[in-house]
């Protein structure tokens, strides 16, 4: 995990003198596969909750059956449309989620390299995580969304309203200003902090709690200011990521 982020502030600094700006989106291809043997992983964009059901929407390899997995075993599924679109409906879990995403082509498998995490019954944040890379929330929002670390660095993301031209971060004594996106997310790397640490995004100020403690598997705490969790990447890996609340009425 140190190496994935690692490689990620390199790509992030390649060529910047004095701000970060975020990696491009990925490409919402929408239409049939280009010509070629490989198969298209799922992209999450949405997650809807209608009563007691979640609807997680999104584009995948076209006519390709997409699965959504659980740790326990539990696994969903639908297939993709001519144009790569998919809709999955799920009981809304009673508590937390975890799922991995995959798309099946006759014998092809193609996983994407992204989680899914739903927490409280998907009224609280619902994110996608992605070992080395920012956490992308498909909740409400502050102009925070999430701060992921690996214990040597950290990762700052998160959305502004489209067409704002800089984002202002502070963060243990540094200003940067950040270019967002034509969709208007962001990312910034900031220095390592032990924490708690004052992160102040376009005036507000949050308080990052520090790492999530060890854990073999899945952890969420629910702290006073958002959620911390402490997910499984790749090879034993782990990252941590802190989810700010919304800000009050």
């Known amino acids: ?84 679109r998919f809709e999955i409906r799920l009981p809304a879990p009673a508590a937390r989620l975890l799922l991995r995403p995959e798309t099946q082509v006759g014998q092809d498998t193609a996983p994407s390299p992204d989680q899914l995490l739903i927490l409280a019954g998907g009224q609280g944040p619902v994110v996608v995580l992605r070992p080395g890379g920012a956490t992308r929330r498909l909740d409400a929002a502050p102009a925070l969304g999430a701060v992921d670390s690996d214990g040597r660095m950290r990762l700052a993301s998160g959305r502004v309203a489209q067409g704002t031209d800089r984002v202002e971060v502070r963060s243990d004594g540094e200003t940067v200003q950040v270019a967002p996106d034509a969709a208007g997310g962001w990312s910034v790397m900031l220095a390592p902090h032990g924490g708690p640490d004052q992160i102040q995004v376009d005036g507000r100020d949050f308080v990052w709690p520090g790492e999530a403690p060890a854990s073999a598997g899945l952890s969420v705490e629910r702290l006073e200011s958002g959620w911390r969790v402490r997910w499984p990447g790749p090879a034993g890996a782990s990252q941590s990521t802190w989810l700010p609340d919304p800000a009050g009425p």
């Open 1 to 84: 995990m140190k190496r994935a982020i690692l490689s990620l502030v390199a790509a992030a600094l390649a060529g910047v003198a004095t701000a970060c700006s975020p990696a491009p989106p990925e490409q919402d291809k929408t239409g049939p596969q280009a010509a070629g043997d490989w198969t298209r992983p799922p992209v999450i964009q949405r997650v809807d909750r209608t009563g007691s059901t979640l609807v997680v929407s999104g584009v995948a390899q076209a006519d390709g059956r997409v699965v959504l997995r659980s740790d326990d075993g539990a696994a969903f599924a639908a297939s993709a449309d001519s144009r790569g």
